[in-house]
T-cell receptor
């Protein structure tokens, strides 16, 4: 069975600085997808970024980028120029073959200070 | 397009009462997922449907929980009888049955059982 591990329960960053959230996963599948979701205090689940395993190029969405290391089964999220609105819980998630569900890590709570 | 719609948003009920949570997936989506989020256990997949058929219900905690999807635009998650340990945020999510498609979440139903 696939598993997702987020080893940092909490992280903090200063405004305008850069922070990296870690995620590792375990799978025997060769084709899969990885996601980062953001959950602010409202509890809404917001998709931040997505990476297809077959793509070597790391995904980027504005201030958010990933470092995808397929051989190491590592998928970290980098937030550049951190803003107060980035404060939230961040979940790493794995999705395998068609018609399967997302498997989530335990989450990392990110706090941003001014 | 409207997103995934869940109701009720908040419910407080007494132990032993029946609780019914409702979900309307995004129009055209044919996969539907029910997740539960608690502090202790994080985000857990309870059950998911593809084309209205339950595919994996191994996450359903016990016989007190049941889920149905009578048509492509509606699903229910029922707890009978409810217990205080069922207090959680219950998320419904939907997607297309294609690996690369992102799963979209509703805003969640906050359940408190007293």
């Amino acid at each position: 069975a696939q598993t997702v591990t987020q080893s940092q329960p909490e992280m903090s960053v200063q405004e305008a600085e850069t922070v990296t959230l870690s995620c590792t996963y375990d799978t025997s599948e060769s084709d899969y997808y990885l996601f980062w979701y953001k959950q602010p205090p409202s509890r809404q689940m917001i998709l931040v970024i997505r990476q297809e395993a077959y793509k070597q190029q790391n995904a980027t969405e504005n201030r958010f980028s990933v470092n995808f290391q397929k051989a190491a089964k590592s998928f970290s999220l980098k937030i550049s120029d951190s803003q107060l609105g980035d404060a939230a819980m961040y979940f790493c998630a794995y999705k395998g073959q068609a018609g399967t569900a997302l498997i989530f890590g335990k989450g990392t709570t990110l706090s941003v200070s001014s | 397009d409207a997103g995934v719609i869940q109701s009720p948003r908040h419910e407080v009920t007494e132990m032993g009462q029946e609780v019914t949570l409702r979900c309307k997936p995004i129009s055209g989506h044919n996969s539907l997922f029910w997740y539960r989020q608690t502090m202790m256990r994080g985000l857990e997949l309870l059950i998911y449907f593809n084309n209205n058929v339950p595919i994996d219900d191994s996450g359903m905690p016990e016989d007190r929980f049941s889920a149905k999807m009578p048509n492509a635009s509606f699903s229910t998650l029922k707890i009978q009888p409810s217990e205080p340990r069922d207090s959680a945020v219950y998320f419904c999510a939907s997607s297309l049955v294609v690996s690369r498609n992102t799963i979209y979440f509703g805003e969640g139903s906050w359940l408190t059982v007293v």
